[in-house]
């Protein structure tokens, strides 16, 4: 944390309780990341923090844990929402807040949906290869072909939309979507 050197104990309350309800909310709202709250306020206090961390320090500063709080770490890390980096003469692990949100969003939407999407994609192309062969086995019945006609049509909507997705993951990636959607800049 930076230092509250200089201040007075009604300064340091206010701005301590101003980053309590910033933390508390990025906790809270942590679950459109898919993660718990409690890793949602490590974040949150880990945003805050001048420099690294150890997972000491966290655990002691949140009252967890150091098994929740590696627990916790790895998962930021996954998410790269936070990194581990080296200290010059540290003997422990340090972990470091990815402090551009902004990358933190496309960072874990573009791996999230391209796992969804390459997943719900290869069951399509699954089904409808199924499906295909189904009625090469039976050319003139007219109520399978009806019924297969129908179910290709929907999945082949599917596919389009996930060959969409696919575009839009690419936007994100390359950083194409700060073209379209400029960040706000300071």
Known sequence: ????????????????????????????NMDLYGVTTSIGHLYGMMYFHDGAVTLDEMGEEMGLSKTSISTGMRTLVDLKMISKIWGKGSRKDLYEVEEDWHQNFVD?????WRKSMEVNMS???????????????????????????????K???????????????DVLESGEIFDLVPREEA
């Open 1 to 28: 944390m930076a230092t509250f050197e200089g201040l007075s104990e009604e300064q340091i309350k206010i701005i301590e309780k101003s980053r309590r309800r910033v933390v508390d909310s990025i906790g809270n």
């Open 123 to 153: 069951a399509l192309n699954k089904s409808m290869a199924e499906l295909r062969k189904l009625r090469e086995q039976d050319p003139d019945n007219e109520k399978l072909a009806g019924l297969i006609e129908y179910d290709m049509t």
């Open 155 to 169: 999945m082949a909507h599917a596919l389009r939309y996930y060959r969409w997705l696919d575009r839009f993951i």
């Open 108 to 112: 874990y939407f573009s791996i999230k």
